[in-house]
């Protein structure tokens, strides 16, 4: 893998066991909105967010690499091209002040079909181990829809401790966590 990964490629950024996590590329637009926009997944994405708004993520996260050297990656089966999911480290201010804000933020989201097979541990692991190599250690910040059973499980194992709990500027509350790289 060696060096910063800061740019598209053609190839994968990181190769796990059952996983391909690659860079953002205008072709995964529409397969990454289909999976945010299963009810299953929005519900915990906030007030109802649009395919305006799930576009505009997915930019944000694609747009976090050029501008901070880390962002959200791309989640496909090993060998397989259908986007099954995203996940990383990425940059994305949420209006929470500037001890979360300025913070780099952890995030998955793995779609309903592909759920209970470890896939988004899988794949934060390796975005987690990525972010260590490239950055050093950093604190880096988590939020989750406090009645996102599975995700605030998922965040206690991949070593995030919950810090606080709080409010999104749309009112959705939220489980604030925090963990080193």
């Given amino acids: 893998m060696g060096g910063r990964n800061t740019g598209m490629t053609g190839q994968p950024v990181i190769v796990t066991e059952r996983l391909e996590l690659w860079h953002p590329q205008r072709g995964d637009i529409d397969q990454t909105i289909a999976i945010v926009m299963q009810e299953h997944t929005r519900r915990f994405l906030g007030a109802n967010p649009t395919v305006d708004d799930n576009h505009a993520r997915f930019l944000r996260q694609a747009g976090s690499w050029m501008i901070y050297g880390y962002g959200g990656l791309t989640v496909r089966e090993r060998g397989k091209a259908p986007v099954i999911g995203s996940c990383g480290i990425f940059h994305s201010r ?18 309903a079909e592909h759920e209970g097979k470890g896939y988004a541990t899988e794949a934060m ?3 987690i181990d990525l972010f260590a ?11 989750i829809d406090a009645d996102n059973a599975a995700s605030n499980r998922l965040a206690g194992k991949l070593g995030f401790e919950q810090r606080e709990i709080g409010t999104l500027p749309d009112g959705s509350s939220i489980l604030i966590y925090d963990r080193m790289a």
């Fill in 125 to 127: 692991r390796a975005a």
């Fill in 94 to 111: 949420r209006g929470l002040g500037d001890r979360f804000d300025d913070m780099p933020e952890a995030g998955w989201i793995i779609a």
């Fill in 133 to 143: 190599r490239d950055h050093g250690p950093a604190r880096i910040m988590c939020i």
